[in-house]
T-cell receptor, first 112, second 112 residues
Framework: QQPVQSPQAVILREGEDAVINCSSS?????VHWYRQKHGEAPVFLMI?????EQKGHEKISASFNEKKQQSSLYLTASQLSYSGTYFC?????????????FGEGTQLTVNP | NAGVTQTPKFQVLKTGQSMTLQCAQD?????MYWYRQDPGMGLRLIYY???????DKGEVPNGYNVSRLNKREFSLRLESAAPSQTSVYFC???????????FGSGTRLTVV
């Protein structure tokens, strides 16, 4: 039931792009994306519903393929502030989206 | 606005002791959640409350109880603490299921 994230870790140079993937074995109601910096609480980035593309920050966007039960987070022209662990949270159709199950996270490091 | 406030921020318990973690939100959110986060892992749902007056079990409810005291407050109780409950506990709230979660700053609990 826990979604699977890939890759587990990625290291970038400032200005490079990255894609983080999230997949589920069950039918999804929605997908959330969060970023957590070390020692801090997760911070909400965006929510995707019913196959739409949601744009959060200027250079962070995401897609949701409802049929494949997959979501991808796109970070373009990465900045040092993008470093942290990214979690996807999935809400299932069978629970009418009432709660989130989180993946294990993708650790993103952006170097100068 | 304070957002989601958790107390205490740190706690050390002896095995078998009990304690209550407090959580309050001032955003008039309907839903509240308790998650635990262990090193290198994602967030696992302990209990949640979709609305005032209701509570439901999450993935890892054993050893915990909750109380939705009113719309603002959602407490988590450990009746007899065990070393396996050493973790960081996050409380979160959301307006309703199609909205992002706002997390508190967390409680770092160590059971010795």
């Amino acid at each position: 039931q826990q979604p699977v994230q890939s890759p587990q870790a990625v290291i970038l140079r400032e200005g490079e792009d990255a894609v983080i993937n999230c997949s589920s074995s069950k039918a999804l109601y929605s997908v959330h994306w969060y970023r957590q910096k070390h020692g801090e609480a997760p911070v909400f980035l965006m929510i995707l519903l019913k196959g739409g593309e949601q744009k959060g920050h200027e250079k962070i966007s995401a897609s949701f393929n409802e049929k494949k039960q997959q979501s991808s987070l796109y970070l373009t022209a990465s900045q040092l502030s993008y470093s942290g662990t990214y979690f996807c949270g999935t809400a299932l159709k069978e629970t009418s989206g009432s709660r989130l199950t989180f993946g294990e996270g993708t650790q993103l490091t952006v170097n100068p | 606005n304070a957002g989601v406030t958790q107390t205490p921020k740190f706690q050390v318990l002896k095995t078998g002791q009990s304690m209550t973690l407090q959580c309050a939100q001032d955003m008039n959110h309907n839903s509240m959640y308790w998650y635990r986060q262990d090193p290198g892992m994602g967030l696992r749902l302990i209990y949640y409350s979709a609305s005032e007056g209701t509570t439901d079990k999450g993935e890892v409810p054993n050893g915990y109880n909750v109380s939705r005291l009113n719309k603002r407050e959602f407490s988590l109780r450990l009746e007899s603490a065990a070393p396996s409950q050493t973790s960081v506990y996050f409380c979160a709230s959301s307006r309703q299921k199609d909205y992002g979660y706002t997390f508190g700053s967390g409680t770092r609990l160590t059971v010795v």
